[in-house]
């Protein structure tokens, strides 16, 4: 398992939570989370680990990018998530890399589980029916942010 040194982590931390907070508000208020985002975070992400770590270091990144977004997409092909919401998983698997990406992909399950319950019990309180969507962004953020808090704390 490789792990970068500080000013490359730090650059990748950096990343990631810009990417993360742009698609969050996005996702709330448009219900969309823009390739504008995901793309070049997910390019910066592989470059990073990349100049940090050889071909250790990219092949530990792109391992939890398909990790993370390869658990996302499964839902996302009949329709159950968007696309977007795939990308982003892309870009926290491609800074957790591989194997904290597992992690981090249970953490924002986690967070995502308990997002749509507190959403459908808020409809149901309010005499709404079940909502016809439910913004992943947020969750996705939560979810890795709780990851990492434990990963550092765990050391």
């Known amino acids: 398992m490789f792990e970068p040194s500080p000013l490359p982590l730090l650059l990748s931390q950096l990343v990631l939570i810009l990417a993360l907070a ?3 508000i996005t996702d709330v208020r448009k219900r969309l989370i823009y390739n504008w985002v995901t793309m ?3 390019l910066a992400e592989l470059a990073i680990f990349t100049w940090s770590g050889g071909t250790a270091g990219l092949r530990d990144s792109a391992l939890g990018a ?3 977004a390869g658990a996302i997409l499964i ?3 009949p329709g159950y998530m968007g696309m977007g919401d795939v990308k982003l998983m892309a870009v926290v698997g491609a800074a957790a890399a591989w194997p904290v990406a597992v992690l981090v992909l249970v953490a924002v399950t986690v967070a995502g589980g308990l997002q749509a319950v507190g959403t459908l019990v808020w409809f149901r309180l309010r005499g709404q029916g079940r ?3 439910v913004p ?3 969750s996705i953020a939560v979810g890795t942010f709780l990851a990492w ?3 550092a704390n765990a050391r």
């Open 22 to 24: 742009i698609s969050a």
């Open 40 to 42: 070049p975070a997910l």
């Open 66 to 68: 398909l990790v993370c």
């Open 75 to 77: 839902p996302a092909i």
């Open 131 to 133: 909502p016809k969507y």
């Open 136 to 138: 992943y962004g947020p």
């Open 149 to 151: 808090w434990y990963v």
